[in-house]
């Protein structure tokens, strides 16, 4: 599947839910020469005692070129808050997806959300209370080319 350019996405608002209630792209996400290698995608629901450890773990690869895409998947409780502080802090490397209405959808229908959106050459799954070594993405490209 083609990674879609900047002129097939439309405009949204900077750094906040890049798919959110009325369907916006991400216009300024990344040009075509700055693609990422990895789309690290992060199903989030209700996951705030643990999700900035996983975020942290995503941020500290060695890999350096991959983005963050973070759907939060109705969260009621402060998940969002906290990865729009990332996405705040990292506007170039994480995102922030929503699905219509801000709904509950499932885990499935989350990364499929985030899949639809990522830019990757290649996904890897992070879920919200998990960390990774520091290396992983690295070791993973490295086998896979």
């Known amino acids: 599947m083609e990674a879609p350019t900047n002129k097939s996405i439309a405009s949204a608002p900077p750094k906040l839910d890049y798919c959110g209630v009325q369907g916006e792209g991400m216009d300024g996400y990344m040009t075509q020469d700055q693609q990422p ?9 209700n996951g705030e005692k643990y999700l900035a450890q996983a975020i942290e773990s995503a941020l500290g690869q060695s890999l ?10 109705g969260s009621k409780d402060g998940s969002l808050a906290v990865a729009r502080k990332y996405a705040d802090e990292h506007p170039d490397r994480v995102f922030i997806l929503q699905h219509p209405g801000g709904r509950n959808r499932g885990v499935a229908a989350s990364r499929n959300l985030a899949l ?3 830019r990757g050459a290649y996904a890897a799954f992070l879920d919200q209370d998990d ?3 520091a290396d992983k993405l690295a070791r993973q490209v490295d086998f896979m080319e």
């Open 131 to 133: 960390y990774w070594h």
């Open 116 to 118: 639809s959106r990522a």
């Open 64 to 73: 350096s070129s991959f983005e963050l895409l973070i759907v939060d998947d």
């Open 37 to 45: 290698v990895v789309s690290v995608i992060m199903p989030v629901f």
